[in-house]
């Protein structure tokens, strides 16, 4: 069974770089075809796409969010992780990892961790 798990500091503060990563087991990062995602919900409000880095290492973003966000991995400890950098608090929220089996959707996510931007 695939599983995925977040981990990475609770609290940022802003103009700093939140950090995550998420651990996959289960299942390699490097499989054909699989895509491994980010997705955040703010308090209030829906789930939002960040960004993914595909099985090739290939990466794709949120155009709100390219600007900002950077996807990497180490295949090693079949880990990859997420960088928003200049963080502010509307970046406030649940982020969770996922994996994108293409041609039929987000089929195993994290659990989810609650980030808060804060002074």
């Known amino acids: 069974q695939v599983q995925l798990q977040e981990s990475g500091p609770g609290l940022v503060k802003p103009s700093q770089t939140l950090s995550l990563t998420c651990t996959v087991s289960?299942?390699?990062?490097?499989?054909?075809?699989?895509?491994w995602s980010w997705i955040r919900q703010p308090p209030g409000k829906g789930l939002e796409w960040m960004g993914a880095?595909?099985?090739?290492?290939?990466?794709y973003y949120s155009p709100s969010l390219k600007s900002r966000t950077s996807i990497s991995r180490d295949t090693s400890k079949n880990q990859f992780t997420l960088q928003l950098s200049s963080v502010t608090p509307e970046d406030t929220a649940v982020y969770y990892c996922?994996?994108?089996?293409?041609?039929?959707?987000?089929?195993?996510w994290g659990q989810g961790t609650q980030v808060t931007v804060s002074s």
């Open positions: 996922a994996r994108d089996d293409t041609g039929w959707g987000l089929d195993y």
């Open positions: 289960g299942g390699s990062i490097t499989t054909n075809y699989y895509y």
């Open positions: 880095i595909a099985y090739s290492g290939s990466t």
